[in-house]
């Protein structure tokens, strides 16, 4: 007879194994981001992928957003005469909320698969062996150029998706609902401060370094081939897009507890 709890504890155990080992790649992934060798040519490389080619993709998903939150504002604002408020509604939404999020979100289907894939690739090959043969550490080579670059990048790139998303904002407000030009801006930079763009800043920081080490953790432990590698693609965007929801949630709480409690 198999006793109902075994399977329960074997989950368990599988879970506590998984987040250990986690746990020890993030802290010697972390280590050899500070400590020389520095492969500058990887660290260039991923600086370019990652904050020069997710700019189309990101500035898409900015303005769209930026236009559609002006639209949906002005048909709830309008219910009690406060359309005035759509400027204030838009800067605040796309700095604090939807350009870091929707932006990481965005990063991690195609720069964590990416990554995940690639070094994937490189573990069922076993070219990943063949740098340790060759007196090469697979995570100062292939995993600490990855963490710095993202973590680095993701801000500057959120930074221009926020103009971008507040631009797209503008254009629908003025063009298409009739705001004065002046005004709509004046309103935009007057309730706008700091704290507003810095959060923004620090949680896309925080999912730029989520998502590349997602992506390197489940490539680094891929294994089963091609079928390998396209389950470890997959646990990487599901992964990081997880973690960044939740993330998210609790850096919203310790920017804003005073706004949240008053």
Known sequence: MINPLR?????????????????MFTLNAVSHCVRPPFYGRQLLRQIIEIGFFTLPVVGLTAIFAGMVLALQSYTGFARFSAEGA????????????????????????????????????????????????????????LVAPRLIAGTVMLPLVIFIADIIGV?????????????????????????????????GLVKASVFGFITTLMGCYHGFYSAGGAQGVGKATTNAVVSASILILCLNYILTLLFFTKDVTG
């Open 7 to 23: 399977p329960i504890g074997g989950g368990f155990l599988a879970f506590l194994a998984t987040t250990g080992r986690l746990a």
């Open 86 to 141: 759509i400027a204030n509604v838009v800067v605040l939404s796309i700095t604090r909320e939807l350009g870091p999020v929707l932006g990481g979100l965005m990063i991690a289907g195609r720069i964590g698969a990416a990554m995940a894939a690639e070094i994937g690739t490189m573990r069922v090959t076993e070219q990943v062996d063949a740098l340790t043969t060759l007196s090469t550490n697979p995570m100062k080579y």
């Open 167 to 199: 631009f797209g904002g503008y254009l629908v407000s003025v063009y298409k609902l009739g705001f004065n030009p002046s005004n709509y801006l004046q309103n935009t930079w007057e309730f706008m401060e700091p704290m507003d763009v810095i959060s």
